[in-house]
């Protein structure tokens, strides 16, 4: 069940992202997609090759517009001015997080996938109760 919804997310994710990228122009041979690729499942090295899950969804992407892909590995900081700018790459695909402020900049695909982070301690610890217990701590 799992693996059926996952592929449907999947087909539809690529979808969207055809419809979003009808905007890189009917004359470009490849679409280039900025990328970091230090965030593993979705983007990461292979030896000299970027791969993932974000990787593959832009394959499909290409192969339903007849363009060739190339990613490009930037500081993550930057894909979302240099998408907004729309002069150094067509789009970017790096497990961006949707939210308000990026929204303004930049159209994103339909979600295709969500997670939530978690701060975990040991049951008897009665220091860390909320993130305000965080603050001043070096953490990592």
Known sequence: MKKTVGIILLIAMAVSMVFSMT?????AEKVIVQTNAFFAPFEYYDGTEITGVDVEI?????????????FVNVEFAAIIDNVAAGK??????????????????????????STEQYVIVKADNNTIVNLDNLKGIKIG
């Open 88 to 113: 150094v790459c067509d789009c970017g695909a790096a497990g961006i997080t949707i939210n308000d402020e990026r929204k303004e900049e930049v159209a994103f695909s339909i979600p295709y996938s």
């Open 58 to 70: 832009m394959g499909m992407v290409g192969e339903k517009l007849g363009k060739e892909i190339e």
């Open 23 to 27: 905007a890189c122009g009917d004359s």
